[in-house]
């Protein structure tokens, strides 16, 4: 009966592979194709990669989405760093508490959050008014609406996530290892940076690249608490589709071209590292 | 002892950091006014205004709507591919598997520029913002369907029960979805409560793809933003709270088959 030729069970893959095709290949190809074209006509031309990198405006979205994606993946994934350390060294109790929380928090995202730092920090802010109120200038001269605002804003989502993707690594981390360390004479010092971190460097790569991903294409937050009067790639391409003014779609395919390509280059960066480390440990994705 | 006692002191400190805006948005929404340090006047007048209010019960509906849909779309689009993979052509699960990543990878706002860009000017079927929504969303959940599916698939070791069926005379359909598929059930549920929350807390797609034409409780929110920051935080509490039981519902279902030991 298994010999029978039919591949009628095929037929069971086409909606699969309909629902692929028409949203998901398809558009991603004709964004590739669609940047290489001149405004509104057929032809080729690579003008639009000419004037991401040449336009003022461009450059900075691309610096913008640089400083904020790469500033809060570094900080995020430094206190989560600590976080899943401590959330392996403590009681079980604690750490099903903690683990609620991330997972509680980690929904906190967007125009939600963009909303709450308004309240904290917005140019009325709560601890704008306190700092105002007590003499702490630097907190009373917060201004949010800037690339260093919104970096505060991304470091809020990026801490739970990262911490979430970290503690399964620390989990790999076994006690005896510490023992054998103090057993040769080394301090806690010494044990992280001999043993656990080169343990753990494939995790926090692969984790950095995540929040790199993560922070440079996310839109709802800043378009949340900017609109769009702040450049950042994301914002700069929904622009061109959906502006009020001029649409330009091949000029937008192009800098969602350039998007995707930073995405690209952190996860080939991440591979670069592993290998730089001679990948050596237990590499999880997740 | 030293070391545990530092361990709850930066759990702590995360917590707080990580509660903090949460709290903050809670006690905007239940003062009148909080023009200096301290709020004044408490009210649950917010509250009245939005639960009473038509237009936000509304939101809400389209949410749920426009969340459904999708969902149930992806799920027996998945099943199906599956029930292929596992039964007659494993090989081709490693390409649903990548296909399956990609949007996990790519993020809302490339899927969803490339979608309207492609299908803005296109004839009547696509054309149609809902039926874009509906397909955009359908890839936006699809890493978390197939994970979810997937895992519950592995956990059940669909292809030996597949055969304890057969050789109990049933065929190789009806035990997929007769046999495996409420044996997964659970794990289904899980997936489609997860991707719920990720529609739920969706703006990216919604504002690019249906614009102003479709009012999700997220559009609902931004546009409050403008109008009375009291009032916005209180939306922001109630979403929250609505994400916040689905995921109970997820942790629930999580623990309900742990107790029965029917899944790791």
């Known amino acids: 009966m298994k010999n029978k030729k039919s591949k009628s069970y095929l037929l069971a893959l086409l909606p699969f592979v309909i629902v692929i095709f028409f949203f998901e290949i398809i558009p991603l190809m004709m964004i590739v194709i669609r940047s290489f074209m001149p405004l509104g006509e057929i032809g080729f031309t690579v003008e639009h990669y000419f004037s991401i990198f040449s336009k003022r405006l461009y450059q900075q979205a691309v610096i913008n989405s640089l400083i904020v994606a790469l500033v809060s993946a570094f900080v995020g994934i430094f206190i989560a760093f600590f976080g899943a350390k401590a959330a392996n060294s403590t009681s079980s109790r604690a750490k099903t508490f903690f683990m609620s929380v991330l997972n509680m928090t980690s929904n906190f995202a967007g125009i939600p959050l963009a909303f709450a730092y308004i309240i904290m920090f917005g140019n009325v802010g709560v601890f704008v008014m306190i700092g105002k109120q007590m003499g702490f200038t630097s907190l009373a001269n917060l201004d949010l609406y800037t690339v260093w605002g919104l970096t505060l804003t991304y470091i809020y989502f990026q801490i739970p996530l990262a911490t979430l993707l970290l503690i399964p690594a620390f989990e790999g981390i076994r006690k005896e290892w510490g023992e054998a360390v103090s057993l040769l004479g080394g301090n806690r010092i010494q044990f992280w940076i001999r043993v656990g971190i080169p343990v753990l460097l494939p995790s926090l790569f692969g984790t950095l690249s995540v929040l790199f991903a993560n922070a440079i294409a996310a839109y709802a937050t800043a378009y949340a608490l900017l609109q769009n009067n702040f450049s950042l790639i994301p914002i700069r391409i929904s622009e061109q589709f959906v502006g009020d003014v001029v649409q330009r779609r091949e000029f937008g395919s192009a800098l969602a071209v350039v998007l995707m390509l930073l995405m690209v280059l952190a996860v080939t960066m991440n591979n670069r590292m592993l290998k730089w480390a001679k990948g050596e440990g237990f590499y999880d994705k997740k | ?264």
């Not at chain 2, 995360?14 to 006047?41: C, D, H, Q, R």
């Open chain 2, 1 to 264: 002892m030293i070391k545990n006692k530092s361990s709850m002191f930066v759990i702590i400190a995360i917590t707080i950091y990580l509660i903090m805006p949460i709290v903050f948005t809670f006690f905007y929404s239940i003062f009148a006014e909080w023009n200096e340090v301290l709020p004044k006047g408490l009210t649950f007048r917010y509250y009245i205004q939005i639960l009473t209010d038509l237009h936000f019960m509304e939101s809400i509906g389209r949410t749920l709507f426009i969340s459904i849909l999708p969902i149930v779309l992806c799920t027996i689009v998945i099943l199906l591919a599956m029930y292929v993979v596992i039964v007659f052509a494993p090989q081709y699960d490693k390409y649903i598997q990548v296909l399956s990543t990609i949007p996990y990878a790519l993020q809302g706002v490339i899927i969803a520029i490339s979608v309207l860009s492609l299908y803005a000017d296109a004839p009547a079927p696509f054309s149609n913002r809902m039926v874009m929504l509906t397909g955009t969303y359908c890839i936006l959940i699809l890493p978390y369907m197939y994970q979810g599916i997937k895992n519950s698939l592995n956990t059940v070791n669909a292809p030996r029960l597949i055969e304890a069926a057969q050789m109990l005379g049933a065929s190789r359909i009806y035990a997929f979805f007769a046999v495996i598929v409420p044996n997964i059930l659970s794990g289904i549920t899980v997936s489609a409560l997860l991707s719920a929350a990720i529609i739920f807390g969706d703006f990216v797609i919604v504002n690019i793809i249906g614009g102003n034409y479709f009012e999700t409780s997220q559009v609902y929110l931004y546009k409050a933003m403008f109008k009375s920051g009291q009032l916005t935080s209180a939306i922001g509490v109630v979403l929250f709270v609505i994400t916040l039981l689905l995921s109970a519902g997820v942790y629930f279902i999580k623990n309900k088959k742990l107790n029965h030991g029917e899944m790791k």
